[in-house]
């Protein structure tokens, strides 16, 4: 009986091992989570489709799962982080900082295309704009994305205050619409004089049959901005943590993988993920939107409320 009894033991400890071993974090039971900024207006079929390939990839180099899914806001995808409700986070760069300050998102890797990891945004116009410089759009009115976004809201703000305009004093209306394409579309309509947007999202506006890119005009163009990073949540235990670092790494390089899933912002091809970006990387937006305090992005969401009510 008692010989029986160890069996029974031993037969119980191995099968709740088992168990165990499956439920861990990455595994077909437990993936991980992912979430992706709206970018392009957030559809399923849009930017989850630009990162899908590249998650399935490293599921078939590293054997780690995934769930992939876009947020409805870049608000709410920070959220998600800091609620733990998601695991690895796509973000802006000015979303990433918020969501790091928080101390809920860790670093994970940065997109590099030709050995660079920046992007650019643009202030862009109608092409029969009589706009020559910055300075023309006194008085006139801008479309921004969501006040997350970096290259949609910040940088445009940023283009503006390099050039000596003062959005509130000096712009008759701002809109702001959530996202690049939405921005683009609204001065593709008339809405308003001017559009900040990445020049990425505005290539695949393009690419997707959405803009014309000869109504278009570009007025101005940001300094660099950090690739949109991948970053994962703070609370993972850290041995997932390494893996996904070493997956995210390796995974241009590994067997059966092709080129075209290594891919990221607007679905474009990138070289690899690079994982041993540092936090400096990111000190040049910190610079550059250290004007965008509290009570002046208070006062920029008032002046958008307003044109919006009027």
């Given at each position: 009986?008692?010989?029986?009894?160890?069996?029974?033991?031993?037969?119980?400890?191995a099968m709740f091992a088992f168990t165990a071993h499956t439920q861990e974090v990455g595994s077909p039971q437990k993936p991980l989570r992912v979430m992706l900024i709206p970018a392009d207006g957030g559809t399923e079929d849009g930017t989850k489709a630009d990162f899908q390939p590249l998650f399935d990839a490293i599921t078939r180099s590293s054997d780690l799962h995934f769930t992939v899914s876009t947020g409805q806001s870049y608000a709410s995808v920070i959220e998600a982080m800091c609620a733990g409700l998601t695991d690895v986070v796509w973000y802006g760069p000015a979303s990433y900082i918020?969501?790091?300050?928080?101390?809920?998102?860790?670093?994970?890797?940065?997109?590099?295309?030709?050995?660079?990891?920046?992007?650019?945004?643009?202030?862009?116009?109608?092409?029969?704009?009589?706009?020559?410089?910055?300075?023309?759009?006194?008085?006139?009115?801008?479309?921004?994305?969501?006040?997350?976004?970096?290259?949609?809201?910040?940088?445009?703000?940023?283009?503006?205050?390099?050039?000596?305009?003062?959005?509130?004093?000096?712009?008759?209306?701002?809109?702001?619409?959530?996202?690049?394409?939405?921005?683009?579309?609204?001065?593709?309509?008339?809405?308003?004089?001017?559009?900040?947007?990445?020049?990425?999202?505005?290539?695949?506006?393009?690419?997707?049959?959405?803009?014309?890119?000869?109504?278009?005009?570009?007025?101005?163009?940001?300094?660099?901005?950090?690739?949109?990073?991948?970053?994962?949540?703070?609370?993972?235990?850290?041995?997932?943590?390494?893996?996904?670092?070493?997956?995210?790494?390796?995974?241009?390089?590994?067997?059966?993988?092709?080129?075209?899933?290594?891919?990221?912002?607007?679905?474009?091809?990138?070289?690899?993920?690079?994982?041993?970006?540092?936090?400096?990387?990111?000190?040049?937006?910190?610079?550059?939107?250290?004007?965008?305090?509290?009570?002046?992005?208070?006062?920029?969401?008032?002046?958008?409320?307003?044109?919006?009510?009027?």
């Open positions: 009986m008692r010989i029986l009894s160890i069996i029974v033991f031993l037969l119980l400890t918020e969501a790091r300050d928080r101390g809920c998102a860790q670093l994970l890797a940065v997109e590099e295309r030709n050995g660079a990891s920046t992007y650019y945004a643009g202030l862009f116009i109608a092409a029969d704009s009589d706009a020559s410089s910055v300075f023309d759009l006194s008085g006139g009115s801008l479309a921004l994305g969501s006040s997350h976004s970096a290259s949609s809201f910040a940088y445009p703000l940023v283009m503006l205050r390099d050039e000596g305009l003062d959005p509130l004093k000096d712009l008759s209306a701002l809109r702001i619409t959530g996202s690049h394409t939405n921005s683009l579309l609204a001065l593709k309509n008339g809405l308003v004089d001017a559009a900040g947007a990445s020049f990425v999202s505005f290539e695949r506006a393009v690419n997707q049959g959405s803009l014309d890119p000869r109504a278009f005009r570009v007025l101005a163009k940001s300094q660099p901005i950090p690739n949109p990073p991948i970053a994962m949540n703070t609370a993972l235990p850290a041995d997932i943590k390494a893996k996904l670092k070493r997956a995210m790494a390796n995974v241009h390089e590994a067997e059966g993988i092709g080129p075209a899933a290594i891919r990221g912002y607007g679905g474009k091809r990138v070289d690899r993920y690079n994982t041993e970006a540092g936090e400096a990387l990111f000190d040049s937006v910190i610079s550059a939107t250290s004007f965008l305090d509290d009570d002046y992005m208070a006062a920029i969401l008032r002046k958008a409320d307003a044109a919006q009510r009027g």
